[in-house]
């Protein structure tokens, strides 16, 4: 009896020291956590505080930006700058300050300018490869206003890219086109810089060309008189300038004319479509033949063999 009477109160005391140490475990427990989070509250309202104030830099930032943007184009517009240069500046300038602004949000983090500065520049050869198309795209923007080899409103056909239509806007990369079937199309700066640029609408006047085969046996004379005589009536024709009929070639099947004359750019291609349906119908009336490929078929018939 007296030996288990020992081992009870062994088991007793083994008990409560773990009792013990568990409720200085929880104590230390407690202790750990409540100063854990005193000491992350302040950090939390820190960080919570300077998400606010990028927040509302964000949104002034975006307002000055909005402003200095209107201010440059109104400054340009009284200079009477052409609105090409106007709208390239325009991109740059919303690009540069953009950048300002995410610089000045990334400080109120900690992120210093020298810091980001570095980091481009160790990844600058990196970066360099990533951005060739769009630097080669910049530096072609920079030469199309440069040079100037069309303006915002001019028909253009890019050769690099087979693209045409008025151009709508030249902005930091690309330029954008208006299709005549009224389609959007972007073209790189880069690609339309690098490639032969047909400017339609450069000059105020152009010269309509019509070629119209008649045949051999057609009053060649008579045809040439015809011609003339439309081209009198056309009253978009300019007056002062020169217009000439004339044999082009002579063709295996017919007589090619030739009929040159001026009008003005915006005017051609309605010109030359009713030019086109204006000869076709006089030259009817006239019995002037304009011959088409045609085959002629003959049937052999052969002879029967007599029985």
């Not at 854990?36 to 302040?42: A, G, M, N």
């Not at 923007?141 to 151009?167: A, C, K, N, Q």
Request: charged share 20%; net charge negative.
């Amino acid at each position: 009896m007296g030996s288990i009477k020992v081992l009870l109160d062994g088991i007793g005391q083994e008990q409560s020291i773990i009792t013990e140490s568990i409720e200085n475990l929880q104590k230390v427990d407690e202790s750990a956590i409540r100063k854990y989070l005193e000491d992350l509250i302040p950090g939390i309202l820190n960080f919570a505080l300077q998400v606010l104030l990028a927040v509302l830099l964000y949104l002034v930032g975006k307002r000055v930006i909005s402003f200095l943007r209107k201010f440059l184009r109104k400054s340009l517009e009284r200079r009477e700058v052409d609105i090409g240069v106007r709208q390239f500046l325009d991109s740059i300038s919303n690009c540069g300050l953009n950048i300002v602004l995410w610089l000045m949000i990334l400080t109120l983090f900690g992120i210093t300018t020298a810091s980001v500065v570095a980091v481009l520049g160790s990844a600058g050869l990196t970066i360099g490869l990533a951005l060739q198309g769009s630097l080669a795209n910049f530096a072609g923007g920079v030469l199309i206003l440069l040079l100037r080899p069309f303006h915002v409103g001019d028909y253009i056909i890019s050769g690099g890219t087979g693209h045409e239509g008025i151009v709508e806007e030249i902005s930091t990369f690309y330029t954008k086109l208006m299709t005549a079937d009224n389609q959007t199309v972007l073209i790189p700066n880069g690609k339309l810089a690098d490639g032969a640029i047909v400017n339609v609408t450069g000059q105020q006047t152009r010269r309509v060309d019509i070629i119209v085969g008649i045949s051999y046996q057609a009053d060649l004379k008579k045809a040439k008189g015809l011609l003339a005589e439309l081209v009198a009536k056309e009253t978009r024709a300019l007056p002062d300038q020169p217009v000439n009929i004339f044999v082009s070639g002579l063709a295996d099947s017919s007589v090619e004319l030739g009929c040159r004359f001026w009008v003005l750019s915006q005017d051609y291609w309605q010109t030359k479509w009713d030019m086109l349906e204006a000869v076709k119908l006089l030259f009817d009336e006239n019995q002037i033949e304009i011959p088409y490929p045609q085959m002629d078929v003959t049937v052999k018939q052969e002879a029967q063999a007599e029985s």
